[in-house]
């Protein structure tokens, strides 16, 4: 079991950017499977980027040429780059670790990302 802690969320106006960081306990980091996800007011969790251990990268079609995952397995952290924020982007965003080989998976608690004029 690992630890997740996000920080960078806040208020953005439209257009705006954020860069949210992930910071994960344990040194076994570098197998993880990372993704970020987000839960807006009233609606379910979704899946808004991930990236493998072996550096491959998903994204929504939501976020695709907006966002950008990236991870630094020297420092145990995962990034989230979001540009051309849109008010639809606000959401809650939590960090997610998967460990595919033995179904291992830890949540953080989530940062609040609000876009609004």
């Known amino acids: 079991q690992v630890q997740l802690v996000e920080s960078g969320g806040g208020l953005v106006q439209p257009g705006g950017s954020l860069r949210l960081s992930c910071v994960v306990s344990g040194s076994i980091f570098s197998m993880y499977a990372m993704g970020w996800y987000r839960q807006a007011p009233g609606k379910q969790r979704e899946l808004v980027a991930s990236?493998?251990?072996?550096?491959?990268?998903r994204y929504s079609d939501a976020v695709k040429g907006r966002f950008t995952i990236s991870r630094d397995n020297a420092k145990n952290m995962v990034y989230l780059q979001m540009n051309s924020l849109r008010p639809e982007d606000t959401a809650v965003y939590y960090c997610?670790?998967?460990?595919?080989?033995?179904?291992?998976?830890?949540w953080g608690k989530g940062t609040l990302v609000t876009v609004s004029p």
């Open positions: 997610n670790a998967y460990l595919p080989d033995y179904g291992m998976e830890d």
């Open positions: 990236i493998t251990s072996g550096y491959t990268t």
